[in-house]
């Protein structure tokens, strides 16, 4: 069974993984197109998980 740690982990990262595709959906909704998407998109998931990298890294470590 996973740990508290290792679920709250992957609790956080599927939320913001989720809030990128939502993201990603209202972009192509505004009138973005696919290819203006993926080119900005590494960019984005950047952005979203940078600051909370150093924040999780604790996180599911193995001992």
């Known amino acids: 069974m996973a740990s508290t740690k290792a679920r709250d982990a992957l609790v956080a990262?599927?939320?913001?993984?989720?809030?990128?595709?939502?993201d990603r959906?209202?972009?192509i909704r505004a009138g973005e197109s696919p290819l203006e998407g993926a080119a900005t998109a590494p960019a984005r998931a950047r952005r979203a998980f940078g600051p909370v990298e150093k924040g999780l890294s604790g996180y599911a470590v193995k001992a």
């Open 25 to 27: 959906y209202r972009r």
């Open 13 to 22: 990262a599927a939320t913001l993984s989720a809030a990128l595709v939502e």
